[in-house]
């Protein structure tokens, strides 16, 4: 809130009452305080200039086409304005509590000559249009890997708010695409799994049944020598052996060969996870990319309303401290 030393020549009683000095065609405007004077205190009403525009935010590019009304307030700087009447001025972010009539309940500080003026008004206004027009803009957040643009008004934080659904359908869009990638790897490596199963299967029935044959043979041969008959079965016997040898080393291969392919599914689980797990980690919002845009209004759509004479409530303490209550 502003606080400043008030000289007595603005304080004191005035022959003319400083509303009467205001060119006729000018609007003047009153605002109600918004404190109690206080036992002790004075209300003065000080002349501010009021201004009013109204901008248009238009880019088809980000999908911004927004209408934005501005109040601004200019303070006189002791009697008179400054030369840059707007570069000083107070955007106002609430709509002031204007009232009608004027009120008697106060007193009116000395109006400088720059308000006497009816012409200085319209330099005013196009002042004006050129100060919005140069220091307004609408910020608005680019995400160049969604392809998205905020909204008027939204903060980056809630923009990333927004993008939150729309970054995990493409994060599900993604792990879909990369599911079906290692899909039919997955699926021949399980049917190679499936056959390997099968063949060890295979492989340790032969190798049971030549053992089998190989204890048979063996054991005729051994009795036909202990009763002292000749048999013709020693070299079958011996066939029979190495028949049972082969049938064990291909059980050991077929076991080797299945050690490999799951060996082999494994490591593309575990790369199927870590793609799965990176894939995650750069599509989120987190780690997309913001780029903050800033918008200007367009020139030719600014209109600027009629400027008027504001009367603004200040309480004057018994030192001549002045402090502003609207």
Request: hydrophobic share 35%.
């Amino acid at each position: 809130m502003t606080v400043k030393r008030w000289s007595r020549y603005e304080t004191q009683k005035h022959e003319i009452d400083p509303k009467q000095l205001i060119p006729t065609d000018i609007i003047q405007r009153y605002v109600e305080p918004a404190e109690r004077v206080g036992e002790g205190n004075r209300l003065l009403y000080r002349p501010a200039l009021f201004g009013s525009g109204r901008l248009h935010f238009v880019r088809a590019t980000y999908k911004v086409d927004k209408w934005v009304e501005l109040d601004v307030l200019a303070h006189a700087s002791g009697d008179e304005m400054p030369n840059e009447i707007w570069e000083e001025a107070e955007l106002l972010e609430h709509p002031l509590d204007f009232i009608k009539p004027a009120p008697d309940d106060g007193e009116f500080a000395d109006v400088g000559s720059g308000f006497q003026k009816a012409k200085i008004y319209k330099t005013w206004e196009r002042a004006l249009k050129e100060f919005l027009y140069r220091k307004q803009s609408m910020t608005i957040w680019k995400c160049a890997d969604l392809k998205q643009y905020s909204e008027p008004g939204e903060t980056l934080g809630d923009f990333k708010v927004r993008l939150e659904l729309m970054v995990s359908e493409k994060r599900d869009e993604e792990t879909e695409k990369l599911r079906k990638k290692y899909a039919k790897r997955f699926s021949t490596l399980r049917d190679k799994i499936r056959r390997a199963e099968n063949r060890i299967e295979k492989e340790e029935a032969q190798y049971d049944q030549s053992k089998w044959n190989s204890r048979m043979s063996w054991g005729s041969t051994l009795i036909g020598a202990v009763l002292g008959r000749r048999s013709t079965r020693t070299l079958t016997s011996m066939r029979a052996s190495s028949r049972s040898s082969k049938e064990k080393d291909d059980v050991h291969r077929a076991k080797e060969n299945m050690n490999d392919l799951q060996e082999k599914f494994e490591d593309l689980e575990r790369d199927f996870n870590e793609a799965t797990a990176e894939l995650a980690e750069k599509i989120s919002v987190e780690n997309l990319e913001f780029e903050a845009l800033n918008l200007p209004p367009r020139k030719s759509d600014i209109s600027i309303e009629p400027l008027s004479v504001c009367w603004l409530p200040w309480r004057v303490d018994s030192d001549g401290i002045a402090e502003a209550i609207y």
